[in-house]
């Protein structure tokens, strides 16, 4: 069982930057690749980021390509997501996940979940 834990979130003016980090419990941190994910309010859970397990694939949600940068450090147990250029639209709850499986776009490929950190862009 992978135990995933989020932080980082806040409250940030538009044009602003936040890096969030999801920390792991399993020793084997580095067999999985990890995502994020967000959900706004009323809106339903959507795809921002994954990584791979080396680090070497990435992908990105076209909304966020350019802004945001997921990165991982596997001797941290860790992956983060750096967020530039935040706007009011960035405004959710950020969840990280992991797979044993390939770097993935859809939920139903993850197979554990954080609690999720709040981000809020003001305008």
Known sequence: QVQLVESGGGLVQAGGSLTLS???????????????FRQAPGKEREFVAAISWSGGGRAYEDAVKGRF???????????????????????????????????????YGYDYWGQGTQVTVSS
């Open 22 to 36: 999801c920390a792991a419990s399993e020793r084997t941190f580095s067999r999985y690749a990890m995502g994020w």
């Open 69 to 107: 940068t997921i990165s991982r450090d596997n001797a941290k147990k860790t992956v983060y997501l750096q967020m530039n250029s935040l706007k009011p639209e960035d405004t959710a709850v950020y969840y990280c996940a992991a797979t044993q499986g390939a770097v993935a776009r859809e939920l």
